[in-house]
Each structure stands twice: as C-alpha cells, then as structure tokens.
C-alpha cells in the first residue's frame, strides 16, 4: 500500500482514533492495521497484553466509522484488489 496507519495504535483503535484516521486519509491506497474480533478466556490466557479485540470490532462496524468512509468516499478494497 502507499501508506500505512494504526501501528501506534495496536490494540488500542476504539472508534475516535479510527474516524481520525479515516478523515485524513491521503490519496492512493491505504491499509489500517487492525486485529478485531472477541475476547474470550482462550484469548485472554494466550496474549496477556491487553489488546482490546472488542474495542476495535465495535469501531470498525459502527455507524460513524461507516458515515465517514461514505462522506471521505472511501473505497473498502481487500489485498487481493491491490
């Protein structure tokens, strides 16, 4: 990708970071890290540094994450498409 975004934030992209970076997103193509998913005692066993898997999952799916890739028109591409 041309630019790359959330390395800082690993495990920390709640919603206001993420509508940060998508608001200032620079032409071309770019990727925003992030590892979403649900916490459970598996997960929470296997990696004890507080990564926040629902945090992210919550901002990525929300209804301004969504009304700021439509307002930036933002097109969602996978690596596959690059």
């Not at 390395?7 to 590892?35: A, C, F, K, N």
């Not at 979403?36 to 066993?45: M, S």
């Not at 969602?76 to 498409?81: A, D, F, H, K, M």
Request: charged share 25%; with cysteine.
């Amino acid at each position: 990708t041309d630019h790359f975004f959330g390395m800082l934030s690993g495990g920390q992209m709640d919603e206001p970071t993420l509508l940060s970076i998508l608001r200032r997103l620079p032409e071309g193509d770019s990727e925003i890290m992030v590892h979403p998913g649900e916490l459970d005692a598996d997960l929470a066993a296997k990696y004890s540094w507080g990564y926040h898997w629902e945090d992210e999952l919550q901002a990525l799916c929300s209804d301004r994450a969504t009304a700021a890739v439509q307002q930036q028109k933002i097109q969602l591409i996978s690596y596959r498409e690059l």
